[in-house]
């Protein structure tokens, strides 16, 4: 995977939730704060007092989509993680391109202002910086005990708990991280494979029977 980049904003806690405010208020063009999508999270569980979302709509140059703010402890906010909101994924173009409209029209300007510091961080993105502490958990214990050379039915379901998991908490991560990942831990190339096009499929269908449901 190629390196992308992250926002961290870093300051006291009084301060951040201050630069939060000033960035809410400087929203314009399409962008604005998402309280459904952090409402709907929420209701799941897995939301934090800190974990805000800003959402754009999409333009000629710009697809919708939402940007997550994150606690990285109680002294740094980050943003790394773009949701595509009419697709299943962007382009890393798209998303660098989307971070930066972030950062320049919104982030700065309402860091400066506040006196908090920002940065842009060159990262390489995990699985693990993907996924809830609890997504993590279900796929950690799924590859410790499921037989490798072919699945059992107890294994399918450590696995589709794990998939399931993950579409709740809106995780639309690349499949190339679960491959890197699968491949650290040792699994075969075949069954590898398999697991990846599985994890393909299923937010495929996952997606569907979402759209369907809202419908009803």
Request: hydrophobic share 35%.
């Amino acid at each position: 995977m190629r390196s992308t980049k992250e926002l961290a904003v870093r300051g006291e806690p009084s301060d951040l939730e201050r630069w939060l405010t000033q960035v809410e208020a400087h929203l314009r063009d399409g962008w604005k704060r998402d309280r459904q999508a952090e409402e709907r999270l929420g209701q799941r569980g897995v939301l934090g007092p800190w974990d805000v979302c800003f959402s754009c709509s999409a333009k000629a140059d710009r697809p919708a989509a939402g940007l997550w703010v994150h606690p990285r402890g109680p002294n740094e906010l980050s943003v790394s993680n773009v949701i595509p909101r009419d697709r299943s994924h962007l382009s890393e173009e798209e998303n660098s391109r989307l971070l930066e409209e972030f950062e320049h029209e919104f982030l700065r300007p309402a860091a400066s202002e506040v006196g908090v510091a920002a940065e842009v961080i060159e990262h390489r993105p995990t699985l693990e910086d993907e996924l809830s502490s609890e997504a993590v958990r279900l796929l950690r214990a799924f590859s410790a005990s499921a037989n490798r050379a072919c699945l059992h039915p107890n294994d399918r379901r450590h696995w589709n708990a794990f998939l399931v998991r993950a579409h709740q908490d809106e995780s639309y991560f690349a499949a190339a991280l679960l491959d890197e990942w699968l491949q650290r831990e040792g699994w075969p190339e075949d069954t590898r494979s398999q697991l990846v096009g599985e994890y393909e499929a299923a937010k495929s269908l996952l997606a569907v029977y979402d759209e369907e449901a809202q419908r009803r």
